[in-house]
């Protein structure tokens, strides 16, 4: 009885640990393929995907250090969590963005506040 109690225990054991260590190196591939693999996607796909076509150009305003251009939309957009997605110094000028509006003062008078969901590097 207790043999058959502790090979029960150990091919539990064994189980779990397999699962949980196929999981992790799963979920590290399919973030590093994604911000790859966004480069070579066309546009038409992006779109039907729900990204805009969008520039990111460094502001003169001392409130809002970026200023996001969405090019379907004519309109100057203020990105708030930008440094979550990019490092201040390695702000790409040609993205694919995906953004919620937001019901929130301006911390610049050129640009409305939005909230980025998904931002990817565009290649043209």
């Known amino acids: 009885m207790k043999n058959m109690f502790l090979k029960t225990a150990c091919f539990i054991l064994i189980l779990s640990t397999l699962n949980c ?3 992790q190196k799963a979920g590290a591939t399919d973030t590093s ?3 790859t693999d966004a480069q070579n996607i066309p546009a038409k796909e992006m779109i039907e995907k729900g990204f805009s076509k ?3 150009t460094a502001s003169k305003s001392e409130g809002c250090p970026f200023i996001l251009n969405v090019e379907a939309y004519k309109d100057n957009l203020d990105p708030i969590n930008l440094n979550d997605f990019f490092n201040p110094d390695e702000v790409p000028d040609q993205v694919w963005v995906k953004y919620a509006n937001l ?3 301006s911390r610049c008078n050129d640009a409305r506040p939005v909230s980025l969901l998904e931002i990817r590097t565009r290649k043209e």
């Open 33 to 35: 393929e994604t911000k």
């Open 54 to 56: 969008g520039t990111l």
């Open 21 to 23: 260590t196929s999981a």
């Open 103 to 105: 019901r929130m003062p």
